[in-house]
């Protein structure tokens, strides 16, 4: 098998909300796209690996191209991502509605996708509904296009054939790649904080839509990088507002698609706007959220270059006051507008990978937790909870097995005294921490 080779990309291409996202997400068997019935839903491109018959590619769902001249920043923005990729394309799968036929910008795009010279194959889509495809199948073979495919992206049928259609095309053999990431790293944070900016400097091109508007990105969006010859797979997602802002379906559909991409991960970049001089409630959650998921953390203060000293005075106070959990994280001040520190950001997490690694001695274990529940007794109902033994287990993350006396009383306040412990003695910053109770 061959590792982190250069694969041919296959775009999905057409008008807007022809079922672009829906197949994407049958051909990949993962609900990576949001599909919702709203005209211009997907604005980054979502990229996937995958293999079909000893033949890998990645697989690209574009944000829908139109010939019109919309005028629009982040539909703009949009279709130049799009055009860019139609110049990388090895081949062009283009996505059209066979329940509503044939549109004049269906034949405007059939000419964009012919000028590229890139081989071509037409997907009709919605083949399930017979009747209406009966009327409308003879519309299409006016496009001039050899290869017609009818499928239904929303039933599965014809994706088998679509996928042996792609692997002929390519005509490559390369087999399985071993494309999986040593790790996953997710950015999340509140809406307009920085996130695609961030993204677009860490993998050194503009990956995600930037925009002041905010839900500017709409659904997690991932880039593949190296990293001290780690593969990565780095995650920008939609920002997340309180729930009681979220005021329609496609934004609870973006919030999901942020959470998910939190848990796929194994490391959270929690970015937090340093201009406004305060942590925010949404931000306290967000970072309770990711210490529940027992993720590495590193919390990036960003847009410094805009902080007052008074809002710099605020935020300081606003850190003190919350030193229980922002004492157990990793904080670095940035600036995406003039790049300050964004070239620490990942040596940074690289501490935090190397402090998780650590092996602890389980005498040296035992003999400080039970020193410090000697002088500070952990009770239940008058009983003495006790701590008889404290050894490391093999895990992806600092993971301990306790013996103790009650495990039923041993509930989250006590685990996180023991914890709170171990932060006192070893460096764990950054890092989350997990306990397996037993009774001794």
């Not at 796929?264 to 990711?290: C, H, P, R």
Request: charge should be positive; charged fraction near 25%; glycine fraction near 4%.
């Amino acid at each position: 098998m061959s590792k982190h080779k250069k694969l041919p990309k296959v775009l999905l291409v057409g008008r807007t909300n022809v079922g672009k996202s829906t197949l994407f997400n049958r051909l990949v068997s993962d609900k990576r796209s949001i599909v919702f019935d709203q005209e211009g839903v997907t604005r980054d491109y979502i990229e996937e690996t995958m293999t079909w018959k000893d033949t890998t590619f990645n697989l690209i769902d574009t944000g829908g191209i139109t010939p019109k001249k919309i005028k629009d920043e982040l539909w703009q923005k949009s279709q130049a991502q799009v055009h860019a990729l139609l110049d990388q394309a090895a081949l062009l799968v283009f996505v059209v509605d066979g329940k509503n036929g044939l549109t004049d910008e269906d034949r405007a795009l059939c000419k964009l996708f012919h000028k590229t010279q890139k081989p071509l194959v037409l997907i009709i889509n919605k083949a399930d509904c017979q009747n209406a495809l009966a009327e409308t199948m003879g519309d299409f073979y006016t496009l001039g296009i050899k290869d017609i495919l009818t499928i239904s992206s929303l039933h599965g049928t014809g994706i088998a054939q679509l996928l042996d259609y792609i692997v002929e095309s390519l005509n490559i053999n390369n087999g399985p790649i071993i494309n999986d990431p040593a790790h996953r790293i997710t950015i999340i944070g509140k809406p307009n904080v920085g996130k695609s900016s961030l993204m677009n400097l860490l993998v050194d091109h503009e990956r995600s839509i930037v925009s002041n508007i905010a839900g500017t990105t709409r659904e997690a969006v991932s880039q593949n990088l190296f990293y001290c010859s780690d593969l990565i797979k780095l995650t920008d997602t939609a920002g997340v507002r309180k729930s009681a802002r979220i005021n329609d379906d496609l934004e609870t559909l973006m919030v999901q698609s942020s959470f998910h991409a939190v848990k796929e991960a194994d490391t959270i970049i929690i970015m937090i706007d340093a201009s406004q001089g305060a942590i925010s409630d949404q931000e306290l959650k967000l970072l309770f959220y990711v210490f529940e998921h027992k993720k590495h953390m590193l919390v990036v203060m960003n847009k410094i270059d805009l902080q007052t000293d008074y809002h710099k005075q605020l935020l300081e106070k606003s850190l003190e006051e919350y030193a229980f959990i922002l004492s157990k994280v990793s904080i670095i001040n940035t600036s995406c507008l003039t790049q300050k520190n964004i070239g620490r950001i990942f040596h940074e997490i690289q501490k935090i990978w190397t402090r998780s690694a650590q092996t602890f001695d389980p005498e040296k274990l035992k003999a400080i937790v039970q020193d410090q529940l000697t002088r500070k007794v952990l009770m239940h109902n008058g009983v003495a909870l006790t701590v008889t033994s404290i050894r490391q287990i093999k895990a992806p993350i600092p993971t301990f097995m306790i013996k103790v006396n009650k495990p039923q009383f041993f509930g989250p306040a006590e685990q996180n005294c023991i914890e709170n412990i171990l932060r006192k003695t070893f460096d764990l910053k950054g890092c989350p921490v997990q306990f397996n109770l037993k009774r001794d």
